[in-house]
């Protein structure tokens, strides 16, 4: 079952604002990672924030996330064409490892120039 | 230094045929991973190695899905008797543990015809 679901599932923008993306999930986590997929490539990690963390910042990145409400949220600031690209969220349990990592379907992320 | 490799990068097979896929994880990493992600979809696990055991392979879509790794580092997964539903891309990822962040290949873009 997925376990991670990202919202929205696309987003367009104008080069310079801020996107946000959303994720929500159903059970007890270890940690919330956030990956972004360029167009036939393999994901890149961007942030992981632990389950005992409510916010977390790199570069123009910016994660938070809510165990009560189990959900967490990707906000990148002064967006810019290069930010375009699908990005993730993915959950690492609390119970370990034996079904891996559960990534979303990904929310879609164009930045118009 | 070296990454995630994975090999072939593109194989086109005929509907029937085996394929072996291959991925070389980053060295000293002894969690591995691999994933599949339809077009324009999410990522769907398959299966997680923890040095050469898989404690979990009820990811794999059928009994014509395996998938081995031999001294804790280099992985194959093979599918038997391919079928048209099997295209896709199949993505491997190591990491240095359960719930640290995955480091992924570029992925093996599989068509079957």
């Known amino acids: 079952s997925q376990q991670g679901e990202e919202d929205p599932q696309a987003l367009s923008i104008q080069e310079g604002e801020n996107a946000t993306m959303n994720c929500s999930y159903k059970?007890?986590?270890?940690?919330l990672q956030w990956y972004r997929q360029n167009s036939g490539r393999g994901l890149v990690h961007l942030i992981l924030i632990r389950s005992n963390e409510r916010e977390k910042h790199s570069g123009r990145l910016r994660v938070t996330l809510d165990t009560s409400k189990k959900s967490s949220s990707l906000l990148i600031t002064a967006s810019r064409a290069a930010d375009t690209a699908s990005y993730f969220c993915a959950t690492a349990l609390s119970g370990g490892g034996a079904d891996g990592l559960t990534f979303g379907k990904g929310t879609h992320l164009i930045i118009q120039p | 230094g070296a990454g995630v490799s994975q090999s072939p990068s593109n194989k086109v097979t005929e509907k029937g045929k085996d394929v072996e896929l291959r991925c070389d994880p980053i060295s000293g990493h002894t969690a591995l991973y691999w994933y599949r992600q339809s077009l324009g979809q999410g990522l769907e696990f398959l299966i997680y190695f923890q040095g050469n055991s898989a404690p979990d392979k009820s990811g794999l879509p059928s009994d014509r899905f395996s998938a081995e790794r031999t001294g804790g580092s280099v992985s194959t997964l093979t599918i038997q008797r391919t079928q048209q539903e099997d295209s896709a891309v199949y993505l491997c990822?190591?990491?240095?543990?359960?719930?640290?962040?995955?480091?992924f290949g570029n992925g093996t873009r599989l068509t079957v015809t």
């Open positions: 990822a190591s990491s240095l543990g359960y719930s640290f962040f995955l480091h």
């Open positions: 059970t007890s986590i270890n940690n």
